[in-house]
């Protein structure tokens, strides 16, 4: 089991990269602990399975360094290195019992006999294959494919992390969470460092303790589900993570703050200073649906919206809204009763956060 410590890594599939627009991996200093559960998650192309086959030693950084717990592995191949991954489709030998291809990597090990067998037994019942154990490989369903596949990596007791790439794509959308649930629940037994690629949010939140939300070839942020959902530090963030996404609205410098449309929000003394010294005009203030408050009346502090529609999603509403030409997207329960054409909306002080050339900046007292 090991620390992961990516260091000053990059990469680009380009013989001599010359911009940075050629990097798969743009330079990144990064650490995974050891024991945690961490997902990597992002849209198609940022860099997700470059940056596992990297850790796992199938791919060779073009710069920079792997080290496991302190020592460079750059040069070690993936047995070297201990690691076990899981692919996004099975890889089992067909033509072996379930046993077999559960016992393989201990007896490419010259693993003695009885403790192979007592180590297939433990796993085979934690992943509830004990039924068949003595069936092909080549006869199970999808998801038990993917669970022998899974057990291959835990059967060994040295592996330095189990490294999942998008491993529940051919599963039953039924089963997904059951497996989900499984690994959640192997990684809390072995507390064995795992690492696992997904694109899809909810899928990142259940299974990983911590979140490295990728965006073209950077990590933009790492953090709890929680941390990632109330305080993005990017706009990508923000716009990736929740459904529907952060609402972004471009604002202007004004005295005492930023505006638009007339609308002018103060900010702390900390954020103006920092707005002093930057010369971009690229402005952003966000707030999340769920944090835009609705009300059928005028209150203080509050701003006339047309609605534009609605959607009723059973358990909650969306509504999106036109705030003086911008379009805003608020979350509101179910049973909350709004007039048939305009509402007036609030933007609680503690949500309302600004971006300036996409990055999050705080003041004093965040
Ligand atoms: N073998 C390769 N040669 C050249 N470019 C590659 C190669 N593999 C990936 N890339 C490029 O590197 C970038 C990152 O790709 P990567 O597959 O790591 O992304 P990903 O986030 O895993 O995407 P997906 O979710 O679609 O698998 C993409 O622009 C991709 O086109």
Request: hydrophobic residues 40%; negative net charge.
């Amino acid at each position: 089991m090991a620390e992961i410590h990516l260091k000053k890594l990059a990469h680009s599939y380009s013989a001599n990269p010359k911009f940075t627009s050629e990097y798969a991996i743009r330079e990144m200093d990064h650490v995974w602990e050891q024991g945690g559960a961490y997902a990597l998650l992002g849209p198609s192309g940022c860099g997700k399975s470059t940056l596992l086959n990297i850790i796992s030693g199938l791919l060779s950084p073009s710069e920079g360094e792997v080290l496991f717990d302190g020592e460079r592995v750059n040069d070690l191949t993936p047995s070297q290195r201990n690691i076990a991954q899981v692919f996004q489709f099975p890889v089992i030998y067909d033509s072996m019992t379930v046993f077999d291809n559960l016992a393989f990597p201990l007896r490419n090990m010259k693993v003695p006999e009885s403790k192979v067998k007592k180590k297939v037994f433990e796993i085979a019942e934690i992943l509830e294959l004990q039924d068949v154990l003595h069936n092909k490989a080549k006869n199970l369903s999808a998801d038990e494919k993917q669970k022998v596949s899974m057990g291959r990596g835990l059967v060994r007791d040295d592996v330095s992390a189990i490294l999942f790439d998008e491993p529940l794509t051919v599963i039953d959308p039924h089963l997904k969470w059951k497996l989900r649930r499984k690994l959640k629940q192997i990684h809390e037994q072995f507390n064995i460092t795992m690492v696992y690629v997904t694109h899809d949010q909810l899928e990142a939140a259940t299974f990983a303790d911590k979140i490295a939300l990728m965006y073209d070839g950077n990590i933009v942020q790492f953090g709890t589900p929680r941390e990632l959902f109330e305080k993005p530090n990017h706009t990508f963030v923000g716009y990736f993570i929740g459904s529907p996404g952060m609402n972004f609205i471009e604002v202007a410098r004004c005295a005492g703050g930023v505006e638009f449309a007339g609308i002018t929000f103060p900010v702390d003394a900390g954020i103006q200073d920092i707005l002093d010294q930057v010369p971009t005009d690229n402005l952003k203030l966000g707030i999340r649906p769920e944090f835009v408050h609705v009300c059928a009346e005028s209150i203080e502090g509050s701003f006339e919206c047309d609605i534009k529609h609605i959607e009723d999603l059973g358990t909650y509403k969306i509504i999106t809204l036109d705030l003086k030409g911008r379009t805003l997207k608020a979350r509101i329960d179910e049973d909350q009763q709004i007039p048939e054409h305009k509402v007036y909306v609030s933007f609680p002080k503690q949500w309302l956060k600004l971006y300036v050339d996409e990055y999050l900046i705080e003041g004093d007292s965040e």
